[in-house]
């Protein structure tokens, strides 16, 4: 069984929709990018290796980072 036959009509290669499934995979990792980059960033000083170390000591950035989180998958699974 080839890749093709694998696939529904309406998501064969090269139809719009497999297109808009290929934006929204792009679209979805350079969220999840800057999501982690947010992590990252939370360290700033020389020499801090553990970006993990204190995170639950600001509430704000944990709970904006779990929204981000979940509104990010809301709008790709239920968006249009």
Same mark, same amino acid.
């Given at each position: 069984m080839t890749e093709?036959? *694998?696939?529904?009509?309406?998501?064969k290669?090269?139809?719009?929709?497999?297109?808009?499934?290929?934006?929204? =995979?792009i679209f979805q990792t350079f969220v999840f990018m800057q999501v982690f980059n947010q992590?990252?960033? *939370?360290k700033i000083e020389l020499g801090e290796l553990n970006i993990f170390k204190g995170i639950f000591n600001n509430m704000? =950035?944990?709970w904006i980072t779990i929204l981000t989180f979940i509104i990010q998958m809301a709008m790709v699974e239920y968006g249009g």
């Open positions: 093709e036959t *694998k696939l529904p009509d309406a998501i290669e090269g139809h719009a929709t497999q297109k808009c499934l290929h934006f929204t =995979f992590i990252n960033a *939370k704000l =950035f944990v």
